[in-house]
């Protein structure tokens, strides 16, 4: 079984440029997070889709970050304009959507953005 | 508002130790518990996932255990190999569909 998928794996840009990720999640999941890890720290959601609605978006910088999933399978987390301090691995994770067990999520390989 | 965390921040050991990583959690009501790894420039690899029923999960030279009670879980890793050394993170999730709340991981350095 094919893992989460994500691309680019990493991207250097100079601040209030603008910058796009994508993410495929495993087939038939329909929960899609978006995770930033910034160095040193744990991961922190950004925006959670259950198909392809959103279902917690709080804690997305929404003056310069947003994220669509269309069709409800691959997503795109998009950041315009960058500051310095979005420097960070963007996480993409999936699980399915079972109203009973772990729902246990997998995380793809993430995208490594440096702001200059 | 959950918070989790996790101590030591980071970790050295001779090969061939037993050790315990330890994690923190505010709020008890969580739904499950897990456990991942991750290795330099990589993602997430999940090694050990307790529901909030259990008390411990095991998984080769691993075993995680959780006491909702005191809001603490721990990473058991046995005889640790060079192979070992990586980040290890903990997080709780609130409820079924919900999100992950990490800490802030222990970076675990195993030394030949």
């Known amino acids: 079984e094919a893992g989460v998928a994500q691309s680019p794996r990493y991207k250097i840009i100079e601040k209030r440029q603008s910058v796009a990720f994508w993410c495929n999640p495993i087939?038939?999941?329909?929960?899609l997070y978006w995770y930033q890890q910034i160095l040193g720290q744990g991961p922190k959601l950004l925006i959670q889709f259950q198909n392809n609605g959103v279902v917690d978006d709080s804690q997305l910088p929404k003056d310069r970050f947003s994220a669509e999933r269309l069709k409800g399978v691959d997503s795109t987390l998009k950041i315009q304009p960058a500051k310095l301090e979005d420097s960070a691995v963007y996480l993409c994770?999936?699980?399915?959507?079972?109203?009973?067990?772990?729902?246990?999520?997998?995380f793809g390989p993430g995208t490594r953005l440096t702001v200059l | 508002k959950q918070e989790v965390t996790q101590i030591p921040a980071a970790l050295s050991v001779p090969e061939g130790e037993n050790l315990v990583l330890n994690c923190s959690f505010t709020?008890?009501?969580?739904?499950?518990l897990q456990w991942f790894r991750q290795d330099p420039g990589k993602g997430l690899t999940s090694l050990l996932l307790?529901?909030?029923?259990?008390r411990e999960q095991t998984s080769g030279r691993l075993n995680a255990s959780l006491d909702k009670s005191s809001g603490r879980s721990t990473l058991y890793i046995a005889a640790s190999q060079p192979g070992d050394s990586a980040t290890y993170l903990c997080a709780v999730r609130s409820n079924q569909g919900g999100k992950l709340i990490f800490g802030q991981g222990t970076e675990l350095s195993v030394k030949p």
């Open positions: 709020d008890s009501a969580i739904y499950n």
């Open positions: 307790i529901q909030s029923s259990q």
């Open positions: 994770a999936s699980s399915l959507a079972r109203t009973s067990g772990s729902n246990e999520q997998f």
């Open positions: 087939s038939g999941h329909a929960t």
